[in-house]
């Protein structure tokens, strides 16, 4: 699976939206990208994923350049509870495992 | 909640005694997986099942580690001697399985382990 690179932390201000990028240069054709985020001292949990299109759910939506080397996750209106560690993980096909890097810490602020 | 459940939620052993872990995941997924997680690490990958077959391990998976399937539903994951460095959260997933499919993976809440 393709290698992501995430900044280490990023600030948003409540109410305000918060774009995360993702880098993955060396995403292959069939390479999905997978986002989950981590609340302190609980599971991951399952945002959104995308191949080629946006996509958008009722927790975020998630841009995809056309060349595909890198995406934005966009929460639209950030609240406290949306603090959080968000990991960007490039996967291929069923039954892979996922490959989690350092992620963005991101700190929602009143 | 995801629907994947795991127990216990703590754990705390003194170093050398045998621990086992339990993980039930969605009804009906074929695929169940482990993960470790460090302390400041994202999770790692450790071992995943398709039904009751063990399909992959990590070299993480010392040969202390053991995880089994038995009838495809749930998993047990057990540390035989215990030593501090495997304090660690180890959490569950499970997706459906499909073939052909790229699918999801949901988690459960983990089991901290604290190794004395």
């Known amino acids: 699976d393709a290698k992501t690179t995430q900044p280490t932390s990023m600030d948003c201000a409540e109410g305000r939206a918060a774009n995360l990028p993702c880098n993955h240069s060396?995403?292959?054709?069939?390479?999905?990208v997978y986002w989950y985020r981590q609340i302190h001292s609980q599971g991951p949990q399952y945002i959104i994923h995308?191949?080629?299109n946006n996509e958008t759910n009722e927790m975020a939506s998630l841009i995809i350049t056309e060349d595909r080397k890198s995406s934005t996750l966009i929460l639209p209106h950030a609240t406290l509870r949306d603090t959080a560690v968000y990991y960007c993980i490039a996967l291929m096909g069923a039954g892979n495992m996922l490959t989690f890097g350092g992620g963005t810490r991101l700190m929602v602020k009143p | 909640d995801t629907g994947v459940s795991q127990d216990p939620r703590h754990k705390i052993t003194k170093r050398g005694q045998n621990v086992t872990f339990r993980c039930d995941p969605i009804?009906?997924?074929?695929?169940l997986y482990w993960y470790r997680q460090t302390l400041g690490q994202g999770p790692e990958f450790l071992t995943y099942?398709?039904?009751?077959?063990?399909?992959?391990k990590s070299r993480l998976l010392s040969d202390r580690f053991s995880a089994e399937r038995p009838k495809g539903s749930f998993s047990t994951l057990e540390i035989q001697r215990t030593e501090q460095g495997d304090s660690a959260m180890y959490l569950c997933?499970?997706?459906?399985?499909?073939?052909?499919?790229?699918?999801?993976?949901?988690f459960g809440p983990g089991t901290r382990l604290t190794v004395l």
């Open positions: 995308g191949l080629k």
């Open positions: 009804s009906e997924h074929n695929r």
């Open positions: 997933a499970s997706d459906p399985g499909l073939v052909g499919y790229t699918d999801t993976q949901y």
């Open positions: 099942f398709q039904n009751e077959a063990q399909l992959e």
């Open positions: 060396t995403i292959s054709g069939n390479e999905y």
